[in-house]
């Protein structure tokens, strides 16, 4: 089972895993926690963590991912937070940044970062829903042992 916590994407990753019939198989839920609050509430992200390291940081992003396997039945968690733009951005977080977070069931949390160009609100969200998605795919290759 996978689950999403999505905060730039919105629910993206979500309904692209949703299009495909049968997903309701594999797919658990999906978290959108576009504000602060939310991330806290609905993934027990503690808003000191927020406050000391952003909205968007990695351990934002790790601790994303690993709520929404605590507040799921998924074997697999991904998480995504950015900042699409066009504004929001500065010199350590620019508009593209975007952070993600994976969570395997016994497995811990891995994160990793990607700065995509900024020409677009929409294409920083595609890029990251795209992201997110072969980072879920390699999960699930390394656990079927591909």
Not at 77 to 93: N, Q
Request: aromatic letters at 4%.
């Amino acid at each position: 089972m996978v689950a999403t916590a999505e905060s730039c994407t919105g629910g993206m990753i979500t309904a692209a895993l949703t299009d495909i019939a049968g997903s309701s198989a594999v797919v658990d839920r999906g978290f959108v926690t576009y504000t602060n609050e939310a991330k806290h509430e609905m993934l027990g992200v503690a808003m000191a963590l927020i406050d000391e390291h952003g909205a968007v940081s990695e351990e934002v992003a790790g601790a994303m991912a690993a709520g929404a396997l605590q507040h799921s039945r998924a074997d697999i968690a991904v998480s995504v937070t950015g900042i699409a733009g066009p504004t929001g951005g500065g010199a350590s977080k620019p508009v593209g940044l975007v952070w993600f977070g994976l969570a395997r069931r016994g497995d811990g949390v891995q994160t990793e970062n990607h700065i995509f160009e900024a020409r677009s609100r929409d294409f920083v969200r595609t890029e990251a829903a795209q992201k997110a998605l072969q980072l879920i795919l390699r999960a699930l290759d390394e656990i079927i042992g591909r």
